[in-house]
């Protein structure tokens, strides 16, 4: 797999143009931050598994194929964040969206051996939104070359590169951990996917959709 995109080293806005991606700094305070981390934790029993195990285009253009994982409901300190003004605002000037509005979040839970193969995104993820709950969370897979592909492009890809795929093109994106930023990136637009994962993990992952 190609290295990460060279995201950091480009300014926000022109990130998001050339390759889908931006990570928006001094968001996310300290405080703010242990709280969100806390409050995931003392959620875990709220969990509900997201699996299935088909590749298919959705009706709303977005593609899936096999995933397993769960999803833990937003408590109130995600759900102010998710509707922060001050995160819309930057995520607005970030990526040169200015009708761009905030549809919810959700924490991913990732328990040994889960993943999501190859997909993008709801419509109404215009923008996704993601940052680490937990140190060292490994990368996801990133395809800013099938930017826009058609489902049966990637259901293409799947069959020919697998639902991890790896080479020319292929890369990854790291998420924020404790550092006051989020990743933006255009979950709609851009494939990415997470491999079998070693250990637990979670992650905060919010949508903003385009009016």
Same mark, same amino acid.
């Given at each position: 797999?190609?290295?990460?995109?060279?995201?950091?080293?480009?300014?926000?806005?022109?990130?998001?143009?050339?390759?889908?991606?931006?990570?928006?700094?001094?968001?996310?305070?300290?405080?703010?931050?242990?709280?969100? @981390?806390? *409050? +995931?934790?003392?959620?875990?029993?709220?969990?509900?598994?997201?699996?299935? /195990?088909? $590749?298919?285009?959705? #009706?709303?253009?977005?593609?899936?194929?096999?995933?397993?994982?769960?999803?833990?409901?937003?408590?109130? @300190?995600? *759900? +102010?964040?998710?509707?922060?003004?001050?995160?819309?605002?930057?995520?607005? /000037?970030? $990526?040169?969206?200015? #009708?761009?509005?905030?549809?919810?979040?959700?924490?991913?839970?990732?328990?040994?051996?889960?993943?999501?193969?190859?997909?993008?995104?709801?419509?109404?993820?215009?923008?996704?939104?993601?940052?680490?709950?937990?140190?060292?969370?490994?990368?996801?897979?990133?395809?800013?070359?099938?930017?826009?592909?058609?489902?049966?492009?990637?259901?293409?890809?799947?069959?020919?590169?697998?639902?991890?795929?790896?080479?020319?093109?292929?890369?990854?994106?790291?998420?924020?951990?404790?550092?006051?930023?989020?990743?933006?990136?255009?979950?709609?637009?851009?494939?990415?996917?997470?491999?079998?994962?070693?250990?637990?993990?979670?992650?905060?992952?919010?949508?903003?959709?385009?009016?």
């Amino acid at each position: 797999m190609d290295t990460e995109a060279p995201v950091e080293r480009l300014p926000a806005r022109t990130a998001w143009e050339e390759i889908g991606t931006a990570v928006v700094l001094g968001i996310l305070e300290p405080d703010r931050f242990k709280a969100l @981390v806390e *409050e +995931a934790h003392g959620r875990i029993d709220l969990v509900t598994p997201h699996v299935h /195990e088909h $590749t298919a285009a959705h #009706r709303d253009g977005s593609f899936a194929s096999p995933v397993h994982c769960g999803f833990i409901p937003p408590g109130p @300190v995600l *759900e +102010a964040l998710a509707y922060d003004k001050t995160l819309l605002m930057a995520l607005r /000037e970030a $990526t040169g969206i200015p #009708r761009l509005i905030p549809r919810g979040g959700a924490v991913v839970l990732y328990k040994e051996g889960d993943f999501q193969g190859l997909h993008t995104d709801s419509v109404k993820s215009t923008v996704t939104v993601a940052v680490a709950l937990t140190e060292n969370l490994p990368p996801m897979g990133w395809a800013p070359h099938l930017l826009g592909a058609f489902p049966d492009r990637l259901g293409e890809v799947v069959t020919e590169h697998s639902m991890f795929p790896e080479g020319k093109g292929f890369t990854t994106l790291t998420h924020p951990y404790g550092d006051g930023s989020v990743r933006a990136f255009a979950g709609y637009h851009v494939p990415h996917w997470r491999p079998p994962m070693e250990s637990m993990g979670l992650l905060v992952t919010m949508s903003f959709m385009d009016l």
